[in-house]
């Protein structure tokens, strides 16, 4: 039975961190954002995200995002400055094409920082893209 349960991994959807000017705060926050990349929507979106290392973790954060449009990105969450030095994880489960994908995104610790910035596509801002 177990055998029988197909779960394709998700290809052409990412999840990245963007470092943004925050009008009502005036300051620069590090956001997390999925992105569809893909010619079709993905629907009833869920994140589960957290960070670790191996004395401290923080709360796993659920979310329920719904519906990515194709070629678009919806906001995750904020990400705090200090979470940044955990290894952090997102596990992203989705529907497209009548199929339920799934994949984990991982951002190693100190990873995301100003160095490490690129162009991220769709969203056209600098970020960090999980591997």
Sequence with gaps: MKKDIEIP?????????????????????WNAYIINNRNTPIDMVLIVSKG?????????????????????????EMV?????????????????D????ERRYNFDKNTVNEQNLINIPIIDKEGVLAK
Excluded: C, P
Excluded at 82 to 95: K, P, R
């Design 52 to 76: 670790h290392d191996k004395d401290k973790k923080t709360s796993t954060m659920r979310h329920g995002i719904g519906l990515v449009g194709a070629k678009s990105y919806e906001k995750i």
């Design 80 to 96: 705090q400055e200090d979470v940044l030095a955990l290894d952090n994880e997102f596990f992203v489960t989705f529907f497209a």
């Design 9 to 29: 991994i998700a290809k052409e959807v990412f999840v990245a961190i963007v470092h943004e000017w925050n009008k009502e705060f005036l300051s620069k926050d």
């Design 98 to 101: 009548d199929k339920l994908y």
